[in-house]
């Protein structure tokens, strides 16, 4: 199979560290279609007032086309259209009003790599891509962004990753080469999963961790622990109370801040 997109070097271990994690009050309401209509509205409670999102989407054969209006009327739009040549997908996105915004994304995928590239829509864009090369279990690849009205590299990344059923470790060179992350993921048994993630600065020789597992309880009920070196300690409880319907509570302490209180965190997602 294909190898996966650059964006998914290192996901098994940033899934279990920081997935889902949500400190504020946050709600989703998903309202799905058969005829390809589906409605999903989303809020926060943040500085004691919600902000949030609507979005719409509709699909039409190889076509979806999403629409979001924000709580500051900030309206986006996307459009997606699958296999418009064959292993491509393609999709155009702009903000209403900015007339800059427009963007368009292309992503490549075949046997032996994945190539995604995106091209702002305005006289001087910036140019982003990325691609890996390999297969499922083992694959590489980079990224870069080019800014036209700059002409200079704001960013260039790379990695490695290998998976297999049980584990999977990813090594990124980042920040245009000033920043090595190591992560590693394992499946302790098909209950129990833990990661890390450990990042060294290459210009300051500083290090930081995170470590974290994952726990199964039962088929729609989860819980997440982890630890940072900043001395943060966070913990999380998922469960599916209905089908694709989700409660979650988070916590966390920090055990180096004196007098500190615990942030919590509650999201629910509903859909019919």
């Known amino acids: 199979m294909a190898p996966a997109p650059f964006s998914d070097i290192g996901k098994k271990a940033r899934d279990v560290l920081m997935k889902d994690y949500n400190f504020d009050h946050k ?5 799905p279609n058969a005829t390809g209509m589906g409605l999903t509205a989303t809020g926060v409670k943040k500085d004691h007032i919600f ?19 924000d709580t500051y009327s900030n309206v986006s739009t996307k459009v997606t259209v699958d296999e418009a040549l064959p292993g491509i997908k393609t999709a155009l996105s702009f903000n209403i009003p900015d007339q800059k915004s427009g963007k368009l994304d292309l992503l490549y995928r075949n046997y032996h790599a994945t190539v995604n590239s995106s091209i702002g829509l305005n006289p001087t864009p910036t140019l982003e891509f990325n691609a890996s090369i390999g297969n499922e279990e083992l694959s590489m690849g980079g990224e870069m962004a080019f800014d036209t ?8 990344n790379a990695g490695l990753t290998l998976n297999k059923h049980d584990f999977s470790a990813a090594v990124m060179l980042m920040d245009k080469g000033q920043t090595l992350k190591v992560s590693y993921f394992h499946n302790v048994n098909p209950s129990t999963a833990v990661a890390t993630e450990m990042i060294h600065r290459l210009s300051s020789y500083e290090n930081r961790f995170k ?38 509570f988070s916590a966390e302490y920090d055990t180096k801040a004196k007098n500190s209180s615990s942030k919590f965190g509650v999201a629910l997602a509903l859909k019919p």
């Open 211 to 248: 470590i974290g597992s994952l726990h199964t309880i039962n088929p729609i009920t989860f819980v997440k622990t982890r630890y940072s070196d900043d001395g943060k300690v966070g913990m999380l409880w998922q469960h599916e109370w209905r089908p694709k319907s989700l409660v979650t």
């Open 27 to 31: 709600f989703t309401l998903s309202v």
């Open 51 to 69: 902000i949030g999102d609507v979005n719409t989407q509709y699909k039409s054969g190889n076509t979806t086309v999403n629409l979001k209006v």
């Open 149 to 156: 009205a700059s002409a200079s590299f704001t960013k260039y």
